[in-house]
C-alpha cells in the first residue's frame, strides 16, 4: 500500500540517503552543476534536515510502499512582502525503481494540503530544464512556470569563448563620461 507520512527522527538516515541519490541525479542534468552550488542545501544535510523536522515552519513528508520509504518531500512558509505566505518545496524525490506506483503522488498531495491548511497563497518549486518527467509532474496539480532564469556559462581564463562578448576586456562594455 502506498501512504505518506510525516517524517520524524527515526526517519533521518533513510532521508540523508534520499536526499544524497537526489543530488547525485540533479547534479547530472543540464544546469544541475550551478544547482548543486546555488540552489541546493550545502552537505551535508544531516543537521539541516533535522530542524526541517523539528520546524513548525516546515514539514518533512515521506512517501512508503508497504512502510518502506522511498521518496520523501520538504516544503517550508515563506512570508512575501504582502504579507501572504508562499509554500517552497525544496526538495521532492522518488527512488527511480518506485516512481510509477504514486509515491510522489502522495507527498506532493501531503505537501499541497500542508500548504492550505497554512493559508499559503501558492506553491514554488524548482525543476531544471530538460527533465520533463517533473515537469510534468506539477504540470499534473496545475502548476505552471511563473518564472525562467537563464543563465550563460562563463570561461575567464578563456576569451575566445562565445560566452564572453567583450572579448575578454572586463571593461569592454562600460560607459564613461569622457
Same mark, same amino acid.
Request: aromatic share 6%; proline share 10%; no cysteine.
Given at each position: 500500500m502506498v501512504q505518506s507520512r510525516v517524517a520524524g527522527p527515526d526517519d533521518l538516515d533513510r532521508l540523508l540517503q534520499l536526499a544524497a541519490s537526489a543530488r547525485?541525479?540533479?547534479?547530472? !542534468?543540464?544546469?544541475?552543476g550551478m544547482w548543486a552550488?546555488? !540552489?541546493?542545501?550545502? !552537505?551535508?544535510? +544531516?543537521?539541516e534536515l533535522q530542524r526541517a523536522i523539528h520546524d513548525r515552519s516546515a514539514i518533512v513528508q515521506v512517501g512508503c510502499l508497504d512502510g518502506y520509504v522511498a521518496g520523501y518531500g520538504i516544503a517550508r512558509l515563506e512570508q512575501l512582502r504582502s504579507g501572504d505566505r508562499l509554500a517552497v518545496v525544496s526538495d521532492i %524525490?522518488? !527512488?527511480?525503481? %518506485? =516512481?510509477?506506483?504514486?509515491?510522489?503522488?502522495v507527498v506532493m498531495d501531503?505537501?499541497?494540503?500542508?500548504? +492550505?491548511?497554512h493559508g499559503c497563497v501558492g506553491i514554488d518549486s524548482l525543476v531544471l530544464p530538460g527533465m520533463r518527467a517533473s515537469k510534468n509532474f506539477f504540470e499534473r496539480y496545475g502548476m505552471k512556470a511563473r518564472a525562467l532564469l537563464v543563465h550563460l556559462e562563463l570561461h575567464p581564463t578563456d576569451p575566445d569563448h562565445p560566452g564572453d562578448l567583450h572579448g575578454? =576586456?572586463?571593461?569592454?562594455?562600460?560607459?564613461?563620461?569622457?
Open positions: 547525485h541525479e540533479l547534479s547530472a !542534468e543540464r544546469g544541475g552550488v546555488r !540552489e541546493a542545501p550545502p !552537505e551535508p544535510r +544531516r543537521a %524525490f522518488v !527512488e527511480p525503481a %518506485f =516512481r510509477e506506483v504514486s509515491i510522489g503522488e501531503a505537501l499541497i494540503g500542508w500548504a +492550505r491548511d575578454g =576586456r572586463p571593461d569592454a562594455g562600460e560607459v564613461t563620461d569622457s
